[in-house]
């Protein structure tokens, strides 16, 4: 069995819902999506009809753009109850999500756990001398605006600092409540740490990448790999020993149709697990 993971597929693009729709099949391995496979319910639906036939099992984590509230979908739902229906659409083809109980795989170095988490981001990715409330503003004067700022809502909560928060207090008692010499493969769409949330062409997107909240969840609960998408740049960080994988695909113009999708799907890379657990 071979781990395989992937991210931002953004499949409201052509190009991207065309490569995947290609993908070959890969019978007997587990595929990770980190998150960002369109925006909303119908994209969600159609890409897990494309993936789950061509994988012995899929495991996700919604991304920002998974959670917009667009005009297509009926009814249109928003923050809480948009991510329960995206759930139950995972569930509805086997798909493993943030809300079932971590599975413990025999990967070839020995057995892990797949957490895959929801955490979402709370503004803390920002310089010290930026308050909460200027963060925004301080953002668009180097013209970086995200898009969650208009159409990703955090119903029920007040905030999507307050979501943030609760997410993350939810998965830290249940990592917590794992047996603490099994190694894990964390997964989330966000970055867990500041120092990897760094875009050089948009500097100031730091807010909508993450939380201070996770630092050092890699060291806490005993991580053997790391698995992220969101910046839209490929590559692995190594941190404590521990190989961080940013895994998306990204829009069109970012990768080469020329390729194929499937030499972009990322085998993820683990610490053997009594390195892990030293």
Same mark, same amino acid.
């Given at each position: 069995?071979?781990?395989? $993971?992937?991210?931002?597929?953004?499949?409201?693009? +052509? #190009?991207?819902?065309?490569?995947?729709?290609? %993908?070959?099949?890969?019978?007997?391995?587990?595929?990770?999506?980190?998150?960002?496979?369109?925006?909303?319910?119908?994209?969600?639906?159609?890409?897990? @009809?494309?993936?789950?036939?061509?994988?012995?099992?899929?495991?996700?984590?919604?991304?920002?753009?998974?959670?917009?509230?667009?005009?297509?979908?009926?009814?249109?739902?928003?923050?809480?109850?948009?991510?329960?229906?995206?759930?139950?659409?995972?569930?509805?083809?086997?798909?493993?999500?943030?809300?079932?109980?971590?599975?413990?795989?025999?990967?070839?170095?020995?057995?892990? %756990?797949?957490?895959?988490?929801?955490?979402?981001?709370?503004?803390?990715?920002?310089?010290?001398?930026?308050?909460?409330?200027?963060?925004?503003?301080?953002?668009?004067?180097?013209?970086?605006?995200?898009?969650? /700022?208009?159409?990703?809502?955090?119903? +029920?909560?007040?905030?999507?600092?307050?979501?943030?928060? !609760? @997410?993350? #207090? !939810?998965?830290?008692? @249940?990592?917590?409540?794992? +047996?603490?010499?099994?190694?894990?493969?964390?997964?989330?769409?966000? +970055?867990? /740490?500041?120092?990897? $949330?760094?875009?050089?062409?948009?500097?100031?997107?730091?807010?909508?990448?993450? *939380?201070? @909240?996770?630092?050092?969840?890699?060291?806490?609960?005993?991580?053997? !790999?790391?698995?992220?998408?969101? %910046?839209?740049?490929?590559? *692995?960080?190594?941190?404590?020993?521990?190989?961080?994988?940013?895994?998306?695909?990204?829009?069109?113009?970012?990768?080469?149709?020329?390729?194929?999708?499937?030499?972009? %799907?990322?085998?993820?890379?683990?610490?053997?697990?009594?390195?892990?657990?030293?």
């Amino acid at each position: 069995m071979r781990l395989w $993971a992937l991210s931002d597929l953004h499949v409201s693009h +052509p #190009e991207n819902r065309q490569a995947l729709a290609c %993908l070959p099949a890969y019978p007997d391995d587990w595929l990770i999506v980190a998150g960002d496979v369109g925006h909303g319910v119908l994209a969600l639906d159609w890409c897990f @009809r494309q993936l789950t036939p061509k994988f012995r099992q899929v495991v996700w984590v919604p991304g920002n753009h998974d959670l917009w509230t667009v005009p297509r979908d009926v009814p249109r739902l928003a923050g809480g109850a948009l991510y329960e229906r995206l759930v139950q659409i995972a569930r509805g083809h086997g798909v493993i999500t943030p809300e079932d109980p971590y599975p413990v795989v025999d990967h070839r170095d020995g057995a892990v %756990l797949i957490a895959p988490l929801f955490l979402l981001y709370d503004y803390s990715f920002r310089p010290p001398h930026v308050g909460r409330d200027e963060v925004v503003g301080w953002a668009r004067q180097d013209g970086a605006v995200c898009s969650d /700022e208009f159409v990703l809502h955090p119903d +029920p909560y007040p905030d999507r600092e307050s979501w943030c928060a !609760a @997410r993350c #207090e !939810a998965a830290a008692s @249940r990592l917590a409540a794992c +047996p603490a010499d099994l190694p894990k493969v964390l997964v989330n769409h966000f +970055p867990l /740490e500041e120092q990897h $949330a760094v875009l050089p062409r948009i500097p100031r997107f730091t807010p909508w990448c993450g *939380t201070r @909240r996770t630092r050092g969840w890699h060291r806490r609960y005993n991580a053997c !790999a790391v698995v992220y998408g969101h %910046l839209h740049i490929r590559g *692995t960080r190594w941190l404590d020993g521990v190989p961080f994988q940013e895994v998306s695909l990204g829009y069109p113009r970012q990768w080469d149709r020329r390729r194929g999708i499937d030499s972009y %799907l990322r085998e993820v890379a683990m610490t053997p697990p009594r390195a892990a657990r030293r």
